[in-house]
């Protein structure tokens, strides 16, 4: 019984000095990308798509590699952005004439806003089944680019441009993973 009360004043004790069983806290990696994803689809266009590409739709995910604070997180410096985009439900052979990042919530249009780099000129074809994968690695973005994004990302969407649908044939809005 002595024993058992021993223990027991042993523990008040290291519980009075402020001892803790909780495991020690993990630092959070704050200097690794920054990813997005965007579920796309033809009817989050402004308007909606009802032609051919009616029932386009797809996945993009956003990927930001930029310089930043190991403490806080905040970005310090620019670097690169890459896109990879899978899209489906669109006609056989389709192309894909411009990709990119706009600035504006859901139900709005705005201008281009970071470009992937991919033109009219240079269109990329979408296979038999209407499907394929968009891939753009490495481009440049500014810090204040990156900045703007990371703090608003559904302020901002992802847009895929098509032959028949020039203006835009699938859309989605940012969300930060």
Do not use: W
Not at 153 to 165: D, E, G, I, K, M
Request: glycine letters at 10%; aromatic letters at 4%.
């Amino acid at each position: 019984m002595k024993r058992l009360a021993a223990v027991a004043a042993a523990l008040m004790m290291a519980a009075a000095c402020g001892s803790s069983n909780s495991p020690p806290t993990t630092p959070t990696n704050n200097t690794g990308p920054i990813t997005f994803t965007a579920q796309l689809s033809a009817q989050n266009e402004v308007p909606a798509i009802g032609n051919a590409d009616a029932n386009a739709r797809g996945t993009a995910t956003i990927t930001l590699k930029v310089t930043r604070d190991a403490a806080s997180g905040n970005i310090t410096g620019g670097g690169t952005i890459s896109f990879l985009a899978q899209l489906s439900g669109f006609p056989a052979n389709t192309g894909i004439r411009a990709a990119h990042i706009h600035n504006a919530p859901a139900g709005q249009n705005a201008g281009v806003f970071k470009d992937t780099g991919l033109t009219a000129a240079s269109p990329i074809g979408l296979d038999a089944n209407g499907a394929g994968t968009l891939t753009f690695d490495n481009v440049p973005i500014t810090q204040d680019e990156a900045t703007q994004i990371n703090a608003n990302p559904a302020n901002f969407y992802f847009n895929a441009h098509s032959v028949l649908n020039p203006n835009g044939a699938v859309r989605g809005q940012l969300t930060k993973q």
